[in-house]
């Protein structure tokens, strides 16, 4: 069974940091691309992150690019978001997600720009990140 499961968020206030866990099961994990989304209430769900296991190479969006860093340990079949100097627009429930075809997926990313959830075939539940003023 193919399970994505995250951890790590709360409650923190604005300039902290948090460090957000996606432990995965089920499948290859190298093979994947694996990804953070958030979605905050009222609006579109937002890519944020992504990571191809294989070979380390990742993409971040603008609104999250020089305070965040995602990392792999592929012995753990993890992937980590830590999220530094964080801002009240940074609340919003986080998502993991995996795709198939990991090189195609983060290099597209870094060429438009952008994280479209429907490349992404396996989703976790969510945790809740809430940053106060």
């Known amino acids: 069974e193919v399970q994505l499961v995250e951890s790590g968020g709360g409650l923190v206030q604005a300039g902290g940091s948090l460090r957000l866990s996606c432990a995965a099961s089920?499948?290859?994990?190298?093979?994947?691309?694996i990804a953070w989304f958030r979605q905050a209430p009222g609006k579109v769900r937002e890519g944020i992150s992504c990571?191809?296991?294989?070979?380390?190479?990742?993409y971040y969006a603008d609104s999250v690019k020089g305070r965040t860093t995602i990392s792999s340990d592929n012995a753990k079949n993890t992937v980590y978001l830590q999220m530094n100097s964080l801002k009240p627009e940074d609340t919003a429930v986080y998502y993991c997600?995996?795709?198939?075809?990991?090189?195609?997926?983060?290099?597209?990313?870094?060429?438009?720009?952008?994280?479209?959830?429907?490349?992404?075939?396996?989703w976790g539940q969510g945790t809740q990140v809430t940053v106060s003023s």
């Open positions: 089920g499948f290859t994990f190298d093979d994947y691309a």
């Open positions: 997600a995996a795709a198939v075809f990991a090189s195609d997926v983060v290099t597209t990313s870094q060429t438009t720009g952008d994280m479209m959830p429907y490349e992404y075939d396996y």
């Open positions: 990571i191809n296991p294989g070979d380390g190479n990742s």
